[in-house]
Nanobody, 126 residues
Framework: QVQLVESGGGLVQAGASLRLSCVVS????????MGWFRQAPGKEREFVAS????????LYPDSVKGRFTISRDNGKNTVYLQMNSLKPEDTAVYYC???????????????????WGQGTQVTVSS
C-alpha cells in the first residue's frame, strides 16, 4: 500500500523560505507524476506545483511561479517543494500527491491523482 508523508512545514515570517519534503513508500517513485497542493481554511484545494516522473517537465500556477520550485530524487523516493519569498497568503496545509503512470507529463487537476499525504501546515506571518 502506497504512503505519502510530508514534512518541513512550520511558522515563518513573510519573506522567509521553507522546504517541504514528501517521502513515498510502497511503490517506486520513478513511475509517478508528483504534485503539491494547498488548502487554506474556508477555501478549495489549490494546485501549487507538479513534476513529471523524470523531472523534465514542471508546472506552476502564476501565484507561485518564480517563488516555488518542485524537485525530486527518485533514488530517495522523495519530492521537494522549495518555497522562497513566502507571503501571508501562502498560509495553508500543503499536501503532496502521486499519479502512478508511465506518461511524461504534469497534472494540475487534483482529481487525477491516485494517492495523497496527510498534509503539513505552513503559516506565514506578516
Amino acid at each position: 500500500q502506497v504512503q505519502l508523508v510530508e514534512s518541513g512545514g512550520g511558522l515563518v515570517q513573510a519573506g522567509a523560505s521553507l522546504r517541504l519534503s514528501c517521502v513515498v513508500s510502497g511503490r517506486p517513485l520513478y513511475r509517478a507524476i508528483m504534485g503539491w497542493f494547498r488548502q487554506a481554511p474556508g477555501k478549495e484545494r489549490e494546485f501549487v506545483a507538479s513534476i513529471s516522473w523524470n523531472g523534465e517537465q514542471v508546472l506552476y500556477p502564476d501565484s507561485v511561479k518564480g517563488r516555488f520550485t518542485i524537485s525530486r530524487d527518485n533514488g530517495k523516493n522523495t519530492v521537494y517543494l522549495q518555497m522562497n519569498s513566502l507571503k501571508p497568503e501562502d498560509t495553508a496545509v500543503y499536501y503532496c500527491a502521486a499519479k502512478f503512470t508511465v506518461a511524461v507529463a504534469t497534472i494540475s487537476e487534483s482529481a487525477r491523482y491516485d494517492a495523497w499525504g496527510q498534509g503539513t501546515q505552513v503559516t506565514v506571518s506578516s
